[in-house]
């Protein structure tokens, strides 16, 4: 049985569906006003992973996974840009899919916007406002009553005095308690915004989540996941709002994937350790990203660096060396390995452990070429088929180890060149040039692969 560690709980428990084979999953997705950077990539890649592998134990999945196209942080930026709200989002968009699709992610079933679910979060708000947990502050914007809700942070396992205790707030004399949150926002001169029973204005982000969720979904559903830094305060009053608005439980079991720490520290742009997905694609391959993804469990943290990153190279190199120039069988028997791997990951989506049996199979493989030349075809495709439930191998061998590395020196066409040169002087005898051509393309990051074959090449 699947096993899932669910925050709410505090402890892994086994996956039980509301409906007998089918889930039904909700991501909180990005804020579209800039780039992804690594952590989004992490819990992009995070629950593609789940995703997968929820559909190859044979339920029928339906991921959804939001988008915040309407918040302070678009506003402030489409203002700084002198553009508009809609022109930046739209762009932000499309870069996202464009970075994922990279990655190797597979998109959710389905993305709502959150302008497009207008109509669901203002009645959202007043049915809350109808039962007494919103009012109409005195600045004209709706807030959350958050201590009428009576299991106010339970996923964080926090009282509410607890949470509001040594920290620093703002009390804002249009809130009734320093715990309230908004729910509506009046528009100031020349933002979007959107016609309520309480003026022009806007949602709040906690808001739009409930909304999204539950209209796609339905008022209770399987699975809610998102980042670490998204358990409070937004994923409390996710729960505090829906299931104040439907009176019913929200989601069964949370999830929620580790930080990605640079260097044993916060990213932070104040740092000057802040990176895009698009800062590390202009040196490595995509796919060496996904794998510092996959090669810790999704909840633990990662500590992203250029070694790591270099670690998570020479891994996957591993992997490909296997099948270079590897025939695979078209049909092959789940063997041992299968069983291992699936074993892994139904604990709790245990990648790292799974990981480690692909690279037993690599051995086998790698040692059933030289006896066995069907066996090695149908390892290579039992390979294949385990990985592809992580996302990985997806490209070409050959593609892969001359390009796992983006090099601004020598292109594909000069390093063949170079090789055509090489080859030609061993068949003339000429051992000085052959060896001064070797040199020439180690210099330049370029190692030779000499084989019965032929030479091939890999990027260092």
Known sequence: MLKVYNTLSGKKEDFKPIVEGKVSMYVCGNTVYDFCHIGHARAMISFDIISRFIRHLGYDLNYVRNITDVDDKIIKRAQE??????????????????????????????????????QEIIDMVQILIDKGFAYQGTS??????????????????????????????????????????????????DEVSWTSPWGQGRPGWHIECSAMSTSCLGSHFDIHGGGPDLKFPHHENEI??????????YVNYWMHCGAVRVNNEKMSKSLGN?????????????????????????????????????????????????????????QY?????????????????????????????????????????????????????????????????EYFLQNSVISDGLD?????????????????????????????????????????????????
């Open 81 to 118: 840009n002198n553009e508009s709200t809609q022109s930046l989002t739209e762009r932000m968009i499309a870069a996202q899919r464009e970075d994922e699709l990279k990655l190797g992610n597979k998109m959710p079933d389905r993305e709502p916007k959150a302008t497009e679910f207008m």
């Open 140 to 189: 004209g914007d709706v807030y959350y009553r958050a201590s009428k809700f009576k299991e106010y942070g339970k996923l964080n396992n926090r009282k509410l005095d607890e949470m509001l205790a040594g920290a620093r707030i703002d009390v804002e004399s249009a809130k009734e308690h320093p715990a309230d949150f908004v729910l509506w926002k009046q528009a100031k001169q």
């Open 240 to 249: 505090a709002q829906s299931e104040a608005a439907t009176g019913k439980q």
């Open 274 to 330: 802040f990176f895009t997905v698009r800062d590390v694609l202009e040196k490595f391959n995509p796919e060496v990203i996904r794998y510092l993804m996959v090669s810790s469990q999704y909840r633990s943290a990662i500590d992203y660096s250029d070694q790591s990153l270099h670690e998570a190279k020479v891994a996957l190199e591993r992997l490909y060396t296997a099948l270079r120039n590897q025939v695979v069988a078209d």
């Open 333 to 397: 028997e789940a063997t041992d390995y299968t069983e291992r791997f699936e074993v892994a990951m139904k604990d709790d989506f245990n990648t790292p452990v799974a990981v480690s049996v692909l690279f037993e199979l690599v051995r086998e493989l790698n040692k059933a070429k030289t006896e066995d030349s069907g066996l090695a075809e149908k390892l290579a495709a039992e390979l294949l088929s385990l990985s592809s439930l992580l996302g990985l191998l997806y490209q070409d061998p």
């Open 412 to 460: 594909e066409a000069a390093i063949q060149a170079l090789i055509d040169e090489r080859t030609q002087a061993r068949k003339d005898k000429n051992f000085a040039r052959s060896d001064e051509i070797r040199d020439e393309l180690a210099a330049q990051g370029i190692e030779l692969l000499d084989s019965r074959e032929g030479t091939s090449w890999t990027r260092n």
